[in-house]
């Protein structure tokens, strides 16, 4: 990731600075510049993903692996409203609700298992991991929705692409950020990976905010990028083995208004859910 210029900080302002009305502009509107991610097409997805370790697929490629228009999906929305908050933040916040669905996935099957504690080691996550967290299953309506085995199908396929066919364990995160204390951040621990073999984050919706930076970082080395998804329905998926992630905090878009990013990330993993016993 490049580093900030020298516009950036660094300069001595002029002794007696003079604004006409296009600086004000330029001013009012620099905080809401966005880099756009490096989409990419259908058809070298998954070349690319296995190339460098991420790639990002947009929401006219998402709707066209899935065969549905984007109308489909807007009948997902109603069930981000629903979600109950996150009891397990250490940092005391509130800005954080979820759901939480674990599957098998082999070829075309779905199998949902039964509800199940998310689990993390603390070697991935160094600020919620070793802890078993209790959240509120998936609404049965949104996990029997047309498209939601399709989506978890389609990224089951992604991963036996990147690390060969095979049975995948699956789990569905349904997240919304939220600006209640002024600041909501989606991944409160930082860079990290999360122990399994493909993960996608999906925006759902983005409504009155700023923020929320995706950077993506080889794990071995210096290299990476950073960009914003902007589009409902576009994805990014990251070999875990191979890259760290995060997202910089939200913060609404008004002083005094407020806004939520949503997003639904899932994991694949072929050895297992991840547990205390594993």
Known sequence: LAGPGPACGGRRAAATPTLDARHLVSRATIHVMLLSPPLTAPAEFDGVLAAQGFAVLGAAGATGWLGAPAAEWADWLPFWDRLPPDAYLKDGGRYRRRRHGCYIVDGDAVTPQPHRAHWQPVEYNALHGGIERHFEPVEPALASHPLWNRWLVLGAARASALKGVQPWFVEAHVFRIDTTDGIGRPTPEGAHRDGVDLVSVTLVSREGVKGAETRVFA??????????L??????????????????TPIQPLQPAGAGHRDTLVVTYRAAGFQGPEA
């Open 230 to 247: 902007t589009e409902p329905w576009s994805t990014l998926w990251l070999d875990d083995e191979r890259v760290v992630h995060e997202s």
């Open 219 to 228: 794990a071995q080395g210096r290299e990476g990028q950073r960009f914003t």
